[in-house]
């Protein structure tokens, strides 16, 4: 047995040169004869039902397979191991924010809010394990997600407004840079995390999205966070999405409130329930 993994591992490229070319293809592909689709008003058609594929919801950050939450599930309960859609790798926190970030990671079962069934924020809420919609008009772009059934509109029409308040989703202007649609996030609560690895921020972010279509069935999404509080720099990321193509793909319903209630308050009553009544 050991032979035989020996044997096929020397089939396999230096892990080096494996990243090499990996974080070679990092880089929007090369539309080449495609042709953007335009709505009536001219801009690049992004209307469509879209999902990320990979590992970011579980850590944004390049990380290796390790045990899942649920060990009765033996491998399928298991975090796939991940190459990362930070650029430059590690997300650049203050000592005291990654002090938090680590508290965060040890005890994420118990503190992650998306497992609470809160709204993810922006941008989790794009690479999520779950189809995201965007619904295009001229002064106004709706996302709708399906987990947690959250909604944002991204307003083309309202430069330099701001939130009264700050709240999960954000407060989301948007505007046109040629071909990529540029979509300014503020007002966030410091609620929401990145990932389920403890990776934060605080009321202070500003996101700043940009989505680029590249082919007929695909979007390049980029993300630059810039938090003073929690960052001693902006950093980016950025990762491809695919547009789901099954006939009458549409997004269903995932009431995610149930399970976050089991979550929370099944466990506890199996463990400190109320007394049996005296007789």
């Not at 700050?166 to 609560?189: I, Y």
């Amino acid at each position: 047995m050991t032979r035989q993994i020996r044997t096929t591992l020397r089939g396999f490229p230096a892990f080096p040169l494996v990243v090499g070319l990996w974080a070679a293809g990092c880089a929007p592909p090369d539309s080449g004869e495609f042709t953007v689709g335009r709505t009536p008003d001219g801009n690049p058609d992004l209307n469509g039902i879209w999902q990320a594929i990979g590992s970011a919801h579980w850590d944004v950050e390049a990380h290796t397979a390790r045990m899942g939450p649920v060990v009765e599930l033996g491998a399928l309960g298991a975090i796939p191991a991940g190459m990362g859609v930070v650029d430059g790798d590690s997300i650049p926190y203050t000592a005291e924010a990654l002090a938090i970030r680590d508290a965060n990671r040890e005890n994420w079962v118990e503190l992650d809010p998306a497992a609470k069934c809160y709204m993810p924020g922006i941008p989790r809420a794009t690479y999520m394990p779950f189809p995201f919609q965007i619904v295009q008009g001229p002064d106004a772009i709706m996302f709708a997600y399906e987990f947690t059934s959250s909604t944002r509109v991204v307003r083309m029409d309202r430069p330099g407004t701001v939130a009264d308040l700050p709240s999960w989703m954000g407060h989301s202007l948007g505007r046109w840079e040629g071909d990529t649609l540029v979509v300014d996030v503020t007002a966030q609560v410091a609620d929401t995390w990145l990932d389920s690895s403890g990776n934060h921020h605080s009321e202070a972010l500003v996101v700043e999205e940009r989505y680029t279509r590249t082919g007929p069935d695909a979007l390049w999404y980029e993300v630059r966070l810039e938090d003073p509080e929690v960052y001693t720099e902006p950093w980016t990321m950025s990762m491809p999405l695919y547009r789901r193509l099954e006939p009458d793909a549409r997004l269903l319903e995932f009431k995610c409130i149930p399970f976050a209630e089991e979550k929370l308050f099944g466990e506890w009553y199996r463990r400190d329930g109320p007394a049996e009544e005296e007789q």
